[in-house]
């Protein structure tokens, strides 16, 4: 099983909303990973956690705050975001610590965000 | 700056092979070379990664140059399934996050 689940699919949100994505991994993988993609772009890192401790972020704004609860777990917790940060955001997961050049990394199919 | 750079777009028949190239010329020689593609409205999806040799598997054949400045990934046959966005990479700077070229869109006409 190489599934990374997401949830919502979809996320419409005010922008004096707080709300959270949710990610989950079942592959025993021991880091794990926030991108943000925008249309036509790549995926741009945002967080890393290895062995559930955050181990990179990338300079994103407060208003962006990861959690992660145990090794399955990932989740994004959002408040007072800007129309910009509409996007599809992307969870992903691989078998080594973060840092680690040798393991591939498995996405989930993204949360599709839209702030108005 | 590291960079990795790919053509926008290119096309190909059903059946025949196709050759996707990638310069990534700031790689270092211990960063892996990673390929993936993404469907529309999905998440990407792992392809195939190497450092030195070429390297097989079920979905693609991956090409290194012999300096590593290069690398191209081979589909044998495409498919029309085979149509997607296709990101060359590779592991950078001390925190090994990958740099993602920008993606060549990959056509495949039946």
């Known amino acids: 099983d190489t599934e990374v689940t997401q949830t919502p699919k979809h996320l419409v949100m005010g922008m004096t909303n707080k709300k959270s994505l949710k990610c989950e991994q079942h592959?025993?993988?021991?880091?794990m990973y926030w991108y943000k993609q925008k249309a036509k772009k790549p995926p741009e890192l945002m967080f890393v956690y290895s062995y559930e401790k955050l181990s990179i972020n990338e300079s994103v704004p407060s208003r962006f705050s990861p959690e992660c609860p145990n090794s399955s777990l990932l989740n994004l917790h959002l408040h007072a975001l800007q129309p910009e940060d509409s996007a599809l955001y992307l969870c992903?997961?691989?078998?080594?610590?973060?840092?680690?050049?040798?393991?591939?990394?498995?996405f989930g199919p993204g949360t599709r965000l839209t702030v108005t | 700056d590291a960079k990795t750079t790919q053509p926008n777009s290119m096309e190909s028949n059903e059946e025949e092979p196709v050759h996707l190239p990638c310069n990534h010329s700031?790689?270092?020689?211990?960063?892996?070379i990673h390929w993936y593609r993404q469907l529309p409205s999905q998440g990407p999806e792992y392809v195939i990664h190497?450092?030195?040799?070429?390297v097989n598997n079920r979905m693609a054949s991956l090409a290194i140059a012999e300096d590593r400045k290069s690398s191209t990934l081979i589909l044998h046959r495409a498919t029309l399934r085979d149509a997607a966005v296709y990101y060359c990479s590779f592991n950078a700077g001390n925190n090994r996050k990958l740099i993602w070229g920008l993606g060549t869109s990959l056509a495949v006409n039946p």
């Open positions: 700031t790689i270092s020689g211990t960063d892996y």
């Open positions: 190497g450092l030195t040799s070429n």
């Open positions: 992903a997961s691989s078998q080594g610590p973060a840092g680690t050049a040798t393991y591939e990394q498995y």
């Open positions: 592959m025993g993988h021991r880091a």
